[in-house]
């Protein structure tokens, strides 16, 4: 009898049981993705075959999409700018960074509102002015921050910079012209109606007067008064890529198909140096023994200043789109580029990238 009723207790524990396990909902499966970014580190994890958690909005299919779309670092060098202590500032679409050009070591890296840079400055006490593509900032170099900015510009995108005889700031947007007291951070003048609209480089003659390369030639403005006083406008290729005044207090001008020499007294062109016609001239630098250094959107030419001769070209460069030049600096020819920094010595001609700002080095390095 007992094992009769330990039977039928048996079979109603195995069927109760039986029962409770079928009414076990299954754990859903959860597996945490890690997927690597572009820079090597995680996102947080997704969870697709689970439900949102609570207290979390699901984001829709197409922001999920664009939250992944990480844009890819643009490496170009477009302004390089040694200051009082012999350090480089480096200005790219990276942001601002000062460097040792002996040894290249970063000495700081400067956080900035906007990090696209078109150019760089340094005013009569030793402070760095940057203009962005979002406005203009003034930095210390005692403490590498941000001491200035919000200044009212004819336009923000900011294009060149450049320092006069009496230490007022000239700034070059895409809309004209703006004239700046680095001390106050006073906006005294501007000059909108440019002829050529973008003030895209600047350069003073040796009477301390002020020229500009712009869409459509050259400008010649009375630096105290702020007013145009005369044009260079049969410039071949129109446009002014960059400028710079030689050792005779010539203006050397690069445009998309030349480089030109034009007389300021005059306010003609002397002549177009030859190896460099059909080129596309965009940085032109003279170093200390008189040569002048010209960097193309294919190529950096060493050049005769005189006659024009070619003394040699610069090879294995991070890009052969050259975007500003730094000679005699740490003993050596800082080179931006659309693709990075590198630099030459002037010694044994070794060229090397600054691996801190290049996405990657030639095959040779």
Do not use: C
């Amino acid at each position: 009898m007992a094992s009769l009723r330990t039977q039928i207790g048996l079979i109603l524990g195995i069927a109760l049981l039986g029962n409770a396990v079928s009414h076990i909902a299954p754990l859903p499966s959860v597996w945490a993705q890690f997927e690597p970014e572009p820079d090597g580190e995680n996102i947080p994890p997704r969870f697709p075959n689970d439900t949102p958690r609570p207290g979390i909005t699901p984001l829709p299919p197409e922001r999920q999409l664009e939250d992944r779309r990480f844009p890819e670092k643009d490496y170009r060098v477009t302004s390089l700018q040694p200051d009082a202590t012999g350090a480089l500032w480096i200005g790219s679409w990276l942001g601002l960074t000062r460097i040792d050009p002996n040894t290249g070591r970063i000495i700081a890296r400067v956080d900035l509102p906007n990090y696209t840079i078109g150019a760089l400055a340094r005013d009569k006490v030793g402070r760095i002015w940057a203009g962005t593509y979002e406005g203009l900032v003034r930095v210390d170099p005692r403490s590498n921050e941000m001491t200035a900015q919000n200044f009212t510009l004819p336009s923000n995108r900011i294009l060149s910079l450049l320092i006069d005889r009496r230490g007022y700031l000239w700034v070059g947007t895409d809309r004209g012209l703006a004239l700046i007291s680095p001390d106050q951070g006073l906006l005294m003048t501007t000059l909108k109606n440019l002829p050529g609209t973008s003030a895209n480089a600047m350069t003073l003659d040796r009477e301390g007067q002020l020229w500009v390369g712009t869409l459509q030639g050259v400008v010649q403005v009375d630096t105290s008064s702020g007013l145009v006083i005369g044009r260079v406008t049969e410039i071949p290729g129109g446009v002014v890529q960059t400028m710079t005044t030689d050792f005779d207090g010539n203006l050397w001008v690069g445009t998309p198909n030349s480089l030109l020499v034009i007389n300021p007294k005059t306010r003609e062109i002397e002549r177009s140096v030859t190896p460099m016609r059909g080129r596309s001239v965009s940085s032109v630098r003279f170093a200390k023994d008189t040569s002048v250094w010209v960097g193309t959107n294919n190529g950096l030419w060493k050049l005769r200043a005189e006659t024009g001769a070619i003394l040699g070209q610069v090879a294995d460069l991070p890009s052969s789109r050259i975007l500003s030049l730094s000679p005699d600096t740490g003993n050596k020819l800082w080179v931006g580029t659309s693709e990075g920094l590198a630099w030459v010595s002037l010694t044994t001609g070794r060229v090397r990238p600054h691996f801190a700002f290049v996405r990657r080095g030639p095959s040779n390095f």
